[in-house]
């Protein structure tokens, strides 16, 4: 979240709203104003957008108490610190909100913060009408950039804001402060003025910080170092998680296995793509094949592999004594004898196969019929003439027992 938002709520109701938008990498003030009262928080929700939002609530609602407190009784703070500034405060306890920074040390006094619980109501039910998302709610006072010895103070209309230490701040009146004021020790040395402040007697030197904007130092000091303040939004009224703030740490997950289904999804379509041109090379093989037996063929027939073995079935005779078991049983004797055919032809209605042959000599006949008998066949010779040197006979084989 480079764009950060701040708000500052007032005590009352009517009281000017302050509102400042900035990049907290580059510390571009992106836009700053005001606004009519908490009921301008909507217009003020339309200029921040969906920015992450810090709200300052004003200190004037609030008072600071430091408290000494064991380490074993901090455990049940919640039930133990209002009873023990009971004679501190002015309202009744249980009209009162408490709260106290997240982490403190257990040795030094434990700061409380204590505000009206009417208050807190206040500013959320304006939030809520403004339908407006923050990180919490902090004293304003305490977001100021705080030096040792040294006071910080910011002016919002009538207003002077004042942090005096870590986590002490009050709201004043320059005239009542001069009247009011009485212990030099508690006076600092100097005071930094974040923003235009008219102080006209200030209780010690005023020095310019070079803050144009007091929101600006502000959310500055809150957002790099929240812990130097205290989120009123404790107990009762505690945030409660909202389920798309835990999203984030799915993100990385989320984000790991999209690139992986991603992946998976393109490695299944180059396989898709892999196996049709593969099937289409195959279609085309297959084609070639069967336009020899099938020369019109210009695509292939769906029912392809059937006209095929219907083919070599009657090629082959359509039983175990066919063509192609003839030809198969033949091999050995073609092998061991050199006859050169001139004729093949085979008759499927006898299941005998007829030859036409030369030879070198009348022994390559009388070796080839032996060689056949030898594959339990029937042979049977016809009529062998000598021509040119060559011998020319036919043959008719039939299929036997094999």
Same mark, same amino acid.
């Given at each position: 979240?480079?764009?950060?938002?701040?708000?500052?709520?007032?005590?009352?109701?009517?009281?000017?709203?302050?509102?400042?938008?900035?990049?907290?990498? &580059?510390?571009?003030?992106?836009?700053?104003?005001?606004?009519?009262?908490?009921?301008?928080?909507?217009?003020?929700?339309?200029?921040?957008?969906?920015?992450?939002?810090?709200?300052?609530?004003?200190?004037?609602?609030?008072?600071?108490?430091? +408290?000494?407190?064991?380490?074993?009784?901090?455990?049940?703070?919640?039930?133990?610190?209002?009873?023990? %500034?009971? !004679?501190?405060?002015?309202?009744?306890? $249980?009209?009162?909100?408490?709260?106290?920074?997240?982490? $403190?040390?257990?040795?030094?006094?434990?700061?409380?913060?204590?505000?009206?619980?009417?208050? /807190?109501? #206040?500013?959320?039910?304006?939030?809520?009408?403004?339908?407006?998302?923050?990180?919490?709610?902090?004293?304003?006072?305490?977001?100021?950039?705080?030096?040792?010895?040294?006071?910080?103070?910011? @002016?919002?209309?009538?207003?002077?804001?004042?942090?005096?230490?870590?986590?002490?701040? *009050?709201?004043?009146?320059?005239?009542?402060?001069?009247?009011?004021?009485?212990?030099?020790?508690? +006076?600092? $040395?100097? /005071?930094?003025?974040?923003?235009?402040?008219?102080?006209?007697?200030?209780?010690?030197?005023? &020095? !310019?910080?070079?803050?144009?904007?007091?929101?600006?130092?502000? *959310?500055? &000091?809150?957002?790099?170092?929240?812990?130097?303040? #205290?989120? %009123?939004?404790?107990?009762?009224?505690? @945030?409660?998680?909202?389920?798309?703030?835990?999203?984030?740490?799915?993100?990385?997950?989320?984000?790991?296995?999209?690139?992986?289904?991603?992946?998976?999804?393109?490695?299944?379509?180059?396989?898709?793509?892999?196996?049709?041109?593969?099937?289409?090379?195959?279609?085309? /093989?297959?084609?070639?094949?069967?336009?020899? #037996?099938?020369?019109?063929?210009?695509?292939?027939?769906?029912?392809?592999?059937?006209?095929?073995?219907?083919? +070599?079935?009657?090629?082959?005779?359509?039983?175990?004594?066919?063509?192609?078991?003839?030809?198969?049983?033949?091999?050995?004797?073609?092998?061991?004898?050199?006859?050169?055919?001139?004729?093949?032809?085979?008759?499927?209605?006898?299941?005998?196969?007829?030859?036409?042959?030369?030879?070198? !000599?009348?022994?390559?006949?009388?070796?080839?019929?032996?060689?056949?008998?030898?594959?339990?066949?029937?042979?049977?010779?016809? @009529?062998?003439?000598?021509?040119?040197?060559? #011998?020319?006979? $036919?043959?008719?084989?039939?299929?036997?027992?094999?």
């Amino acid at each position: 979240m480079s764009e950060v938002a701040v708000i500052r709520l007032p005590a009352e109701a009517e009281q000017a709203v302050f509102w400042h938008i900035e990049n907290m990498q &580059t510390h571009e003030i992106i836009a700053s104003g005001q606004g009519n009262g908490l009921h301008s928080l909507p217009e003020v929700a339309e200029q921040i957008g969906n920015r992450a939002v810090f709200i300052l609530g004003a200190v004037s609602a609030m008072s600071f108490h430091a +408290l000494e407190l064991p380490a074993k009784s901090r455990r049940q703070a919640a039930q133990v610190i209002p009873f023990a %500034l009971e !004679d501190e405060v002015s309202q009744d306890v $249980s009209e009162l909100h408490f709260s106290w920074p997240a982490a $403190s040390s257990p040795q030094a006094e434990l700061p409380v913060a204590v505000i009206a619980k009417a208050q /807190i109501k #206040i500013w959320l039910d304006a939030l809520k009408r403004a339908k407006l998302s923050y990180q919490g709610i902090y004293p304003d006072a305490l977001a100021l950039p705080l030096q040792e010895g040294t006071w910080s103070v910011a @002016q919002f209309n009538n207003d002077w804001v004042v942090r005096k230490s870590l986590y002490e701040g *009050l709201c004043v009146e320059p005239e009542w402060f001069a009247v009011s004021q009485s212990d030099p020790e508690e +006076l600092p $040395s100097s /005071i930094r003025a974040f923003g235009e402040v008219h102080w006209p007697t200030p209780p010690a030197p005023i &020095t !310019d910080a070079e803050v144009e904007l007091a929101l600006s130092a502000m *959310l500055n &000091t809150l957002y790099n170092n929240p812990a130097q303040n #205290i989120n %009123l939004l404790q107990g009762e009224f505690r @945030q409660k998680e909202k389920k798309q703030t835990s999203l984030g740490v799915f993100k990385f997950p989320a984000f790991a296995a999209s690139v992986c289904l991603v992946t998976y999804l393109v490695m299944q379509g180059a396989s898709i793509w892999s196996m049709h041109r593969e099937a289409n090379a195959y279609q085309e /093989i297959t084609l070639s094949h069967y336009q020899r #037996i099938n020369a019109s063929a210009s695509q292939l027939p769906n029912n392809v592999r059937r006209l095929v073995d219907n083919e +070599l079935t009657r090629l082959s005779g359509g039983a175990a004594g066919g063509f192609l078991d003839l030809m198969n049983a033949l091999t050995p004797a073609f092998s061991s004898v050199e006859l050169s055919l001139n004729v093949l032809q085979f008759d499927q209605a006898n299941q005998e196969l007829r030859l036409q042959a030369n030879g070198q !000599d009348f022994q390559a006949f009388e070796r080839f019929q032996a060689a056949v008998r030898n594959q339990q066949l029937e042979i049977e010779q016809g @009529q062998l003439v000598n021509r040119g040197g060559q #011998i020319s006979g $036919s043959m008719t084989i039939r299929g036997g027992a094999f």
